[in-house]
């Protein structure tokens, strides 16, 4: 199995809801966003899955997040701004972006340093 992998950042304010902490209030993230893609086989040249490709749909989607109040922006606005659903979401839109020939593995999101969320299918 052969995987690729890019990351790109994007800065963004969010607040959980239904959460009791300091979370719950409005607060930002630098986060780190990262995409695999996984596969068995490579092309003609060697290459699984160009990384300027992944790197350039990564970027367009996360320019609709960069420097956005996540809970204003679809489909934050109605589910919660969690690492967990962001990295899901950027599974999703990554997946559609590339195409049904790329498998994309796994996406993760770093808030911080120290904490991230991890989406495998």
Avoid at 14 to 42: D, I, M, P, S
Avoid at 83 to 109: D, F
């Amino acid at each position: 199995m052969f995987e690729v992998s890019v990351q790109e950042t994007f800065a963004a304010a969010h607040f959980l809801r239904g959460y009791q902490g300091k979370c719950e209030r409005l607060h930002g993230h630098n986060y780190r966003v990262e995409v695999t893609v996984a596969g068995e086989k490579l092309d003609s040249i060697g290459m699984l899955c160009d990384f300027v490709v992944i790197k350039r749909e990564l970027r367009k989607l996360l320019e609709r997040l960069d420097h956005y109040h996540l809970n204003e922006v679809p489909p934050f606005d109605e589910i919660n701004t969690t690492a967990e659903n962001v990295a899901h979401y950027i599974w999703m839109e990554m997946q559609k972006a590339l195409g049904a020939g790329v498998n994309v593995s796994q996406t993760r999101v770093w808030e911080t340093d120290t904490c991230v969320a991890t989406y495998r299918p």
